[in-house]
């Protein structure tokens, strides 16, 4: 037997979880789970947590099961409340690592190999895949060579001390993840991924990247407006002060409001010097939308909500 209590010969388990919401893009991402190459020694497992009010994902999820390589489980947890949806998949999962991927990503044949291989050699809790989008030919010139869409990790002196669902595997028999949960209080507005992450690095748990863990993400019309990215950096910045601010005094938490409004005047100068180059100009200011975030977060300032109607109770859903 193993430290987990498992026989030593018995092969290695991993579920990958998908969370949808009313997206028909769904069956093209389980159609990339299909055409997935298995890592050696592994048992793979789908769970598909639906969180529409109704079970509207179960019968195309049904329907490619009865043709899917790997067992898939439906779990129907109605909530509108992503953080909700996540649990339900760490609820349901008894496997080694679990694998998040978002339900309107597009995997490659080795996403899983290439997650694997790096959690094999570092040994860490978290292992983070780039997620690259794909601009339709119609999308803003500025936007698709400024490439504003894509997820990749941020190092801090180093080392990666946050990170994201959208493509990431996790080491479920670590101290540092187990019990741990998302939060429900950030399953409408985000940045509960942000916010669970943060808190396996301060637990002690490590997170590394795997540059050839590719996912794709189409960028749909309704993603294509500054608008739409301006909402969101604004979140992100909330997230992050938020973070920031927890655990510290009234003089610390004036000090990072301090020094967020400095790099909001800094990126306020950067936007206006880079006026003539879409590209900078937006990024510059979508920099500065980010940090005024930050300072909303840091002053309590309620965080906005990007996703589903209603806040949900259920934790685990119920599996089908």
Request: aromatic share 8%.
């Amino acid at each position: 037997m193993n430290a987990a209590g498992k026989p030593e010969d018995a092969p290695r388990t991993l579920d990958i979880g998908i969370c949808t919401y009313r997206r028909p893009a769904l069956e093209t991402l389980l159609e990339s789970v299909r055409a997935l190459v298995p890592p050696d020694g592994i048992e793979i497992g789908v769970i598909v947590a639906d969180n529409d009010d109704r079970p509207s994902a179960r019968a195309l999820v049904y329907k490619a099961a009865a043709e899917f390589p790997f067992p898939i489980r439906y779990v129907h947890c109605p909530a509108s409340n992503i953080s909700l949806a996540r649990n339900a998949c760490l609820h349901n999962s008894a496997a080694d690592f679990l694998a998040f991927v978002d339900d309107d990503e597009i995997v490659s044949p080795d996403w899983l190999c290439a997650l694997l291989a790096e959690a094999d050699r570092t040994g860490v809790e978290a292992v983070l895949g780039p997620v690259r989008s794909v601009y339709p030919d119609d999308a803003g010139s500025w936007m698709r060579r400024g490439d504003f869409h894509s997820t990749l990790p941020v190092w801090v002196r180093g080392e990666i001390r946050t990170g994201y669902t959208c493509n990431v595997l996790l080491r479920i028999a670590s101290p540092h993840l187990s019990g741990r949960r998302f939060d429900i209080a950030l399953g409408r507005s985000g940045g509960e991924d942000t916010d669970y992450f943060s808190r396996v690095h301060r637990a002690g748990g490590a997170i590394a990247f795997a540059p050839d863990a590719v996912v794709w993400e189409p960028v749909t019309r309704d993603r294509m407006r500054f608008a739409w990215l301006a909402r969101r950096r604004f979140r992100m910045g909330q997230t992050h002060g938020r973070l920031v601010g927890e655990g510290r005094g009234l003089a610390g938490r004036f000090l990072q409001i301090g020094l967020a409004s400095a790099k909001m005047a800094y990126c306020l100068g950067a936007t206006a010097v880079c006026a003539a180059s879409p590209v900078l100009r937006n990024r510059s200011l979508l920099r500065l939308i980010m940090h005024a975030g930050a300072v909303g977060g840091l002053t309590g300032i309620g965080e906005i909500h990007l996703y589903g109607e209603e806040p949900g109770k259920k934790v685990a859903g119920n599996a089908s």
